[in-house]
């Protein structure tokens, strides 16, 4: 199964570190609980300044129940440290199933 994560920021100075030091930091933590990153987008716009992630889990996960465990560990915290979590605005989730002609299953 598949996650399209959209994560709103505050300014462009918070979403360029949290997409380059505090995101990026993420894809190790993520493998180690089943999580696959295919791709991280970064989207400016005059009143959005948006990090956009495609993430999979591993067949027969509970997204929600993994998302739990992996906010709850120590590597998570380790990734967000100094990071003022006040400037994520909004993140909104859509699980996604490949169709049969998917290049990404």
Known sequence: M???RIYTLRSPEA???YAELH???H??????????????????????????ALISYQAGAD???VTQRVMASPQF??????FDIT???DVQTTLLDPTAFSPLR
């Open 23 to 25: 995101w990026a930091r």
């Open 77 to 82: 915290a380790a990734d967000m440290d100094g």
């Open 63 to 65: 997204p929600d129940e």
């Open 27 to 52: 894809l190790p933590t993520f493998a180690a609980f089943g999580v696959t990153t295919h791709g991280v987008w970064t989207e400016y716009g005059l009143d959005a300044h948006r990090l956009i």
């Open 87 to 89: 400037d994520i605005l």
């Open 15 to 17: 979403l360029r570190r």
């Open 2 to 4: 598949f996650q399209l």
